[in-house]
């Protein structure tokens, strides 16, 4: 069992930045592959990025690629979502997830979930 809490929503301008953190606890952080999902209102859960337990592979959806950096901190059982360039449409619930397993692209694959940390990205 591994529980999730995510923090560093917020509200900000479009243009701007907001750097995401999930703390893991309860299990080994690093047997664990990671990932964040998004929704927003009305909309389904969709995948954002993952990393593989060790760091040494990430994935990213289209839509953020070049704009987000997932990365980990084994040591501090962490893994954190750096948002750049921020846009309208990145506005979601932020949702933190693991899996055992290798890293997926599906809400299925993942056993574990945060309770999740709202971002608004403003015009």
């Known amino acids: 069992q591994v529980q999730l809490v995510e923090s560093g929503g917020g509200l900000v301008q479009a243009g701007g930045s907001l750097r995401l953190s999930c703390t893991a606890s309860?299990?080994?952080?690093?047997?664990?592959?990671m990932a964040w999902f998004r929704q927003a209102p009305g909309k389904e859960r969709e995948f954002v990025t993952a990393?593989?337990?060790?760091?040494?592979?990430?994935n990213y959806a289209d839509s953020v690629k070049g704009r987000f950096t997932i990365s980990r901190d084994n040591a501090k059982n962490t893994v954190t979502l750096q948002m750049n360039s921020l846009k309208p449409d990145d506005t979601a619930v932020y949702y933190c997830?693991?899996?055992?397993?290798?890293?997926?692209?599906?809400?299925?694959?993942?056993?574990?979930w945060g309770q999740g940390t709202q971002v608004t990205v403003s015009s």
């Open positions: 309860g299990s080994t952080f690093s047997r664990y592959s």
């Open positions: 990393i593989t337990w060790s760091g040494a592979r990430t």
């Open positions: 997830a693991a899996t055992p397993s290798s890293y997926a692209r599906t809400t299925g694959d993942y056993n574990y």
